[in-house]
Every structure is written in structure tokens, then in C-alpha cells.
């Protein structure tokens, strides 16, 4: 049902912010790829994402940032993954950064392990307060493994009949002219005035901002609650209902001819890589030191050096309880090796680990300084400790797990496409998803950007394209 209409629209990519990695996609990407669909993938989920409130870089989320790419990089037609969609929105929630920076090194070393070349990038909101050291932090380190493949902006600074100089964009296109990755425009689409006219697709895909900008996704497909939908769409069943914005994008895509660039001709930027921004009263992320990378090995082995512990597993009911435990027993001994402080550089061994290990870390902590083995709201045991704590610490990384796709391809019958072609099938929809606080990873629920990605920076162009919900 869509991607008639994203065939009708003239796009070539989707930008899809929620998925479901425990389901079988191979009929969706298939008919994707067979109208010439590119998708760039968030990776987060609501429901597994980095708090931009109580940031960490776990364990866990990195197992389920690794079973996503496991589920996706099987398809031909995943242009990028999106590692985080504006977590850090201000000030006071900078911190956030140092963890999904952490995150797009480790997601980008486990593809390479796999011999896939995939980029990996971050969506950023324009907060004037701190725009400049986000864009800095994420590509200033002096290995591009710890860097992002490329910078998103999310922008809605075009509104109505503004212009290319009266909206600011001009500024933007200055200010990105030296990057040293490519930049797109993850979302853009002011809705201040509708109906959309869309003036800004000329100069994203025209000589204003084609020789820096590579394309944008326009947000978004499907008509929500915040009225930025092309098209209303229900679930099982087959009508589309254009909104007034639909004709405009169509129109709009088809008065610009962009043109892309052949991986044989591709040179990467030359630009040099900005310093890694200062501890500030508003930038909370000390330079050149990001969060380790999660190792369940060392979870494991530091658990099992433990003389008391919490009995059982803390569930995700109680893990705001064993949070306070935690706090509350540190104000009296030291748990170093279970906190962070990131204006400082400081990332304990063990912060990674998931929240029954660091409140037992805790326990333990007490055990050994007080000789009670007592953990307040929970049950507590003296236990034998099989290792020794100062073993643990290097132990082997999550990046070596092996893919769980076990050489998996993806196979589609052609019975099944003509099925979807024909309507016997109903097509996916868009969700309930909202734009609110810039889309945050942690609150919005699916949505599709279109995308199109047009310049000299970025070897795969994506002319024309829309953010989802799905």
C-alpha cells in the first residue's frame, strides 16, 4: 500500500525509527528493494535506548543494538543505521553523548568484525545552546573508529515562504562546509504553515547546499496526532488519504534533478577533524575519553568474586529500587568500579554491567567494609567466590560475539510480492508516533522520513525520501 505511494512520490529512501528485530522482515525489505528503496534504520527502540535523563551504555543494550543490525544487515537495501535520534536535547543532558557516542563505536566495530561496511550516524536536534560541541564531539576523535560515518540534523528552521538566506540555512551550509564526514538532513519539514510547499527541496538538492548537504529526509509519511503526515493511513486496511502536503512533496522532488556520485569517484573529505570540545558549564563530556565498551564476560566474572549478593535477578519493576539501594549504600563505601562521571572521564570497570550485578557490586561493597551482608528491599546471601575481582577488569569484548544470523539470507517468494502488488495483502502502517521533544528515542513510536540524499560527500545517493513511523 505505501510504497505505491512512495513509488508515486518519486523517492528512493525511508528513514524507519522503530522495528522489531525478533520479527522476519524479508517481505518488506524485498518489495522495498524491488521499487529501488533504500531504508536507514534507527537502531534504538523506545522501549531499549539510551535515557538522555540516566545515560549508560550496558550490556544489554548493546545486546539488543546487536541483535537489530544482526536482523537488518542481511538486506542489500539498508543504506545506514541511526544510533541515536536527538538524546542529547540541552544542556543539562549532555552527558548522554559520551554514552551514544560509546554505542556507535562499539555497533561499528561488531559490523566490521562481520565484514560489513554499513555507516553508522546520529541524528542531531539544532539546540543553539550546544549545536557546535555535539557536532564536534561525535567526529573529533583521532581514530575514525570511534567517530560517527555521518552527521544528521534535524531541522525546521525552513518555514512557509521563507528563503534560503531568511531561513538560516545559508548559515548552516558555512558552518558544515569543512566537516570531515557527510551531513544530511535527517528530518526537516516545518509545519507551521500548511500546506507544505516544500521550497526548501530546490536548494537541498540545487546548488545552495548539493556540494555539502547530502539530501534530507523529509518528516514524515504518515498523518499523526502533530500534523506532519503526507498521507492518513490505517492499520489492515488498504486506502491511502493524501493530506494537502502530498501533491506539494511530489511536486516539489519533481522540479530538482540530483545528482549523485560513483563509488570509483568518491573521495573522502580532506577536511580536518575538529578538537573534541572542553568540560563547559553547559558541556558536561570531558575530551578524548568515551564509556568502554560492554564485555558480559567481565559482568560475569566480577559476579562470580562476590562474598554476599542479592539473591536472584533484579526484574525491570524493581530496577528503580535497586537504583536507590545503589545510592544509597555508596554514600558510605566506595563503588568507583560502578559509577560514572562523564566531566570527568571517570567510567567504572563494572558500570556497564546490568543493574543486578552493579547492586550486588554494591552489596559486596558493604559486606567487606561492614561485615554485614544485608541489602535493603531486597534478599541478600553470603556466597563463595569462585574469581578474583582484579581478574576481571580486561576480559574479552561483546564485539567478538558471534553474529546470530548464522549465515542467514533472506528469502522471499516472488508469490509473495505479486501478492502484495495485487492488494491481497494488507501493506504495513504508521503508527502512533509523535514529534515531540525532537522525536526522542525514548518517547516517539515509529515513524518513516523520506530521504533524498544528493551531493559529492556520500557515495550512495538517495534522491527524495520520507521518514516513517512503523
Not at 548493546?62 to 537495501?77: G, H, I, L, P, T
Not at 551514544?100 to 560489513?116: E, F, S
Not at 561496511?117 to 539544532?126: E, F, H, L, R
Amino acid at each position: 500500500r505505501d510504497i505505491a505511494s512512495f513509488k508515486d512520490l518519486g523517492i528512493n529512501a525511508i528513514r524507519v525509527y522503530q522495528t522489531d528485530y525478533t520479527k522476519n522482515h524479508d517481505v518488506c525489505m524485498a518489495a522495498l528493494e524491488k521499487a529501488g528503496i533504500y531504508v536507514v534504520l534507527d537502531v534504538p527502540a523506545p522501549s531499549y535506548a539510551i535515557n538522555r535523563a540516566y545515560p549508560e551504555w550496558t550490556t544489554d543494550l548493546f545486546a539488543k543494538f546487536r541483535a537489530k543490525v544482526d536482523n537488518f544487515s542481511v538486506y542489500k537495501n539498508v543504506a545506514a543505521y541511526v544510533i541515536g535520534n536527538e538524546v542529547t536535547n540541552d544542556d543539562k543532558t549532555t552527558p548522554a553523548a559520551a554514552f551514544v557516542k560509546a554505542a556507535a563505536r562499539d555497533i561499528k566495530a561488531y559490523l566490521k568484525k562481520q565484514n560489513i561496511t554499513t555507516p553508522v550516524g546520529y541524528a542531531s536536534n539544532d539546540e543553539p545552546s550546544i549545536r557546535d560541541q555535539l557536532a564536534a564531539h561525535f567526529v573529533c576523535s583521532k581514530s575514525d573508529d570511534e567517530n560517527v560515518d555521518f552527521y544528521g540534523m534535524n531541522l525546521y528552521n525552513w518555514c512557509g515562504d521563507m528563503t534560503f538566506e531568511t531561513s538560516g540555512y545559508d548559515k548552516f551550509v558555512k558552518e558544515y562546509s569543512t566537516y570531515p564526514v557527510p551531513v544530511l538532513l535527517t528530518e526537516y519539514g516545518c509545519n507551521a504553515q500548511r500546506p507544505r510547499k516544500f521550497p526548501e527541496v530546490g536548494s537541498l538538492y540545487g546548488s545552495d547546499m548539493d556540494s555539502v548537504f547530502s539530501g534530507g529526509f523529509m518528516y514524515e509519511y504518515s498523518e499523526e496526532a502533530n500534523n506532519y503526515g503526507l498521507a492518513s493511513v490505517t492499520y489492515g486496511k488498504a486506502g491511502v488519504e493524501k493530506t494537502g502536503d502530498y501533491d506539494n512533496f511530489k511536486k516539489a522532488l519533481a522540479s530538482v534533478s540530483p545528482k549523485g556520485v560513483k563509488m570509483s569517484e568518491y573521495k573522502q573529505s580532506s577536511a580536518k577533524r575538529p578538537s573534541c570540545p572542553s568540560v563547559t558549564d553547559t558541556w558536561h563530556v570531558a575530551p578524548n575519553v568515551l564509556p568502554p565498551t560492554p564485555s558480559s564476560a567481565s559482568c560475569q566474572c566480577v559476579a562470580n568474586s562476590f562474598s554476599c549478593a542479592i539473591k536472584g535477578n533484579v526484574t525491570d519493576s524493581d530496577a528503580g529500587k535497586a537504583g536507590d539501594l545503589i545510592g544509597n549504600v555508596c554514600k558510605s563505601v566506595s563503588c568507583s568500579e560502578i559509577q560514572t562521571n562523564t566531566a570527568k572521564g571517570e567510567y567504572g570497570h563494572y558500570a556497564f554491567c546490568d543493574i543486578t550485578v552493579r547492586a550486588s557490586y554494591a552489596v559486596n561493597a558493604y559486606y567487606e567494609d561492614k561485615k554485614q551482608c544485608s541489602a535493603d528491599g531486597f534478599d541478600a546471601q553470603t556466597v563463595k567466590a569462585s574469581t578474583k575481582a582484579d581478574s576481571c577488569a580486561d576480559k574479552i569484548t561483546d564485539i567478538n560475539t558471534p553474529s546470530n544470523n548464522n549465515g542467514r539470507k533472506p528469502t522471499v517468494d516472488d508469490s509473495e510480492l505479486e501478492d502484495l502488488e495485487s492488494g491481497s495483502s494488507s501493506g504495513h502502517h504508521s503508527s502512533s508516533g509523535s514529534k515531540s521533544a525532537g522525536g526522542s528515542d525514548t518517547g516517539a513510536a515509529g515513524s518513516v522520513s523520506m530521504l533524498a540524499l544528493a551531493s559529492s560527500q556520500i557515495a550512495v545517493v538517495l534522491a527524495g525520501a520520507v521518514a516513517m513511523m512503523i
